[in-house]
């Protein structure tokens, strides 16, 4: 499942695969934004606003998904960057969790190692 760990600004980014759509994105980021990773308490509308602003995102090697910056939502504690990809039958992730500011100080070399996926 893991395929990658790497470590910045102290911080875990970690690329790993799962079959299929794992539940799909939306369950995947109420998942995230619930108890014990970001702890977030949004209305279902706001998450679903939250999806639909998603960017969306191709990589090098042609994997079409989404980009989700969830520092807008984050107060003073932990926030998440994820790439969510699919590769035939499977969901890729790339998810790199941390402080606010440092995930604004790496958001663009994020970007760069997701969108260097073959």
């Known amino acids: 499942m893991r395929l990658a760990t790497f470590i910045a600004g102290g911080n875990e980014c970690t690329i790993t695969s799962f079959p299929g759509d794992v539940g799909g994105l939306r369950a995947n980021v109420d998942r995230w934004l619930g108890p014990g990773q970001l702890d ?16 969306a995102l191709t990589t090098k090697g042609g994997l079409h998904g989404v980009f989700l910056d969830f520092t807008s939502l984050a107060g003073e504690g932990n926030s998440m960057l994820a790439a969510v990809l699919k590769k035939d039958d499977a969901t890729v992730f790339v998810k790199f969790m941390g402080p606010r500011e440092v995930l604004e100080k790496e958001r663009e070399m994020f970007l760069a190692l997701a969108e260097s996926l073959e």
Not at 40 to 55: K, N, R, T
């Open 40 to 55: 977030a308490d949004l209305s279902g509308e706001a998450v679903a606003d939250f999806i639909a602003g998603a960017d």
